[in-house]
């Protein structure tokens, strides 16, 4: 769906995730949230909360498992995930903290493998995911899925794309500060979503937007692996749907 900006996009997914919750308040079911960082989502959260703060929109049914984190990583570094999520969105809706599962970039190398296990237990354990809401990097990548991901990845560590890590690096202050690797939830576990929606702004995104759609399926641009779920979405706005 091509918007004619990512204002009326991002109201549009937030209307269509607040529905969802609302719906599953209705049936006393806990609504199971995938979340991303970056700067795609920020209107979406932005809106959630207004409907939280005007609306009353309720967020105690909520669950969320977000998408990845830099390894390593301090919770409290304004540069991790972490941080993101909570300033633009848990900390001003009424989301219970124990519901909050995002990837932890401190975890010790000796145990992370077991970690992304039971990272990928735990969604199993609350039903799945019911939304699964997504950004595209420029190689392609969902999450930290970068070229080379297996369609049957789930949760793990992952080495960082060169081109990933040039555009992280003026949040970093330099390449030379950017994480090298991150904890990720994989392709399937994405894919393993009932509902998910891509979002992709302006026209920077508009080759990789289109290689994505229209292009191959392959691992070289994991986002494609999307091509084939059954109830996907790309919210789109007309700079990133340019190419299309
Ligand atoms: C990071 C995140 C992705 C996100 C991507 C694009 O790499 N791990 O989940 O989709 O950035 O970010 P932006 O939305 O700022 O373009």
């Known amino acids: 769906v091509i918007f004619e900006n990512s204002n009326d996009a991002s109201i549009e997914v937030a209307q269509e995730m607040a529905n969802l919750i609302k719906r599953k308040q209705l049936s006393n079911k806990r609504c199971v949230l995938g979340l991303a960082t970056g700067s795609s989502p920020i209107r979406v959260y932005e809106e959630l909360v207004r409907m939280h703060q005007e609306e009353g929109l309720s967020f105690e049914n909520v669950v969320t498992f977000n998408l990845d984190e830099y390894l390593p990583m301090d919770k409290e570094n ?46 199993k354990d609350h039903g799945g995911l019911d939304f699964q809401l997504l950004g595209i990097g420029r190689t392609g990548h969902i999450g930290f899925n970068e070229p080379g991901s ?51 702004w302006g026209q920077n995104k508009a080759d990789i937007i289109k290689k994505t ?19 996907c979405t790309f919210v789109l706005d007309t700079g990133a749907g340019s190419e299309l």
């Open 213 to 231: 759609v229209e292009g191959e399926i392959s691992s070289h641009v994991p986002a494609t692996y999307l091509q084939n779920h059954k109830n």
């Open 78 to 123: 304004t540069q991790s995930y972490h941080y993101f999520m909570h300033e633009h969105l848990f900390n001003h809706v009424n989301i219970h903290p124990e519901n909050i599962h995002i990837p932890d970039g401190k975890t010790p190398s000796t145990t992370v493998v077991e970690y992304c296990l039971s990272y990928e237990r735990k969604i």
């Open 150 to 200: 297996h369609y049957n990845s789930g949760t793990r560590v992952i080495t960082l794309d060169h081109i990933t890590r040039v555009d992280a690096a003026p949040a970093f202050l330099g390449i030379d500060n950017v994480p090298r690797k991150a904890i990720t939830m994989g392709i399937a576990t994405v894919r393993s979503a009932k509902r998910i929606v891509l979002l992709g």
